[in-house]
């Protein structure tokens, strides 16, 4: 678990390319273990415009772990234990749709899951829960999102946008990606989920930021390519760091008046008595004890 320091109530998660922030001060990292193992990496905190942020890059500091292999319930679990009440996800993304190019931004407001072998609850063992995720991002952190990308004259996409998440780590295939075109999938990406699960189970408001590196393989000529991807990829971390920058004290204004962070208050269809003596309540007490705690 975390050690007693000052509750920090927003966080970045960064994907491919996005290994730390810029422009964060009074830089700290703590190290936290988890019911559920140890996140992808310690913890980043600073601050950013006097605004304290919590920073993780999922894949590990030197990018070595695959997005099957990510332990996302730790991922989440620590920084709920931090305090944390808002996420920006940031994911590298292949474009699904010729009007969204390498370089634009999407801020996507579905996500369809076509992942195969990954935990996506933190519930089981004796306590059942569903919570509601049929709009799996917190709109009104996507508006603020929105409206950052449209002040710093970010090319975006943010209506009607949808995240196809796949198992990979290979690449689609030509037939995968005419049909996932057909579908209207806008954009194609490996980590969001269940990353965006665990984090509305763990009520923290939950947005992403898919920043588009290439045509995925569905553009003739333009294939995916590491050495493309790599390049579009600087220059999406260069204009990705303006944006953290202007977005951080935006979002510590806001206030959640959304559903996110109540997410939980009737998902659990468990009796209450069962729940506080079921095996999984000791480690879910973080999530539970809003509404189970005996007094």
Known sequence: MAKQIEPV???????????????????????????????????TIGTIDGVRVAFLPRHGKNHTILPSEINNRA?????????VEQIISLTAVGSLQQNIKPKDFVIPEQVFDKTKNR?????????????????????DLRDIIHKGVTELGIQHHFSDTIYLCIEGPQFSTRAESKIHQKNGFSVVGMTVLPEAKLAREAEICYANIALVTDY?????????????????????????????????????ERQTKCNCQHALKNAVQTSKDAVTIAPAYKDLSLLLDKYFKKN
Do not use: R, W
């Open 9 to 43: 109530k927003i966080a970045v998660i960064g994907g491919s390319g996005i290994t730390q922030i810029s422009g964060i001060d009074s830089v700290t990292e703590v190290y936290i273990d988890t019911p559920f193992g140890k996140p992808s990496a310690p913890i």
């Open 75 to 83: 991922n989440i679990y620590a920084l709920k234990s931090l305090g």
């Open 119 to 139: 935990i996506n609850t933190f519930f089981g063992n004796g306590i059942v829960a569903h919570i509601g995720f049929a709009d799996p991002f917190c709109n």
């Open 216 to 252: 995925d393989v569905q553009k003739i000529g333009e294939e995916v390519a590491v050495e493309k991807v790599l390049e579009v990829m600087e220059y999406n971390s260069t204009t990705c760091a303006k944006l953290i920058k202007l977005l951080i004290p935006k979002v510590a």
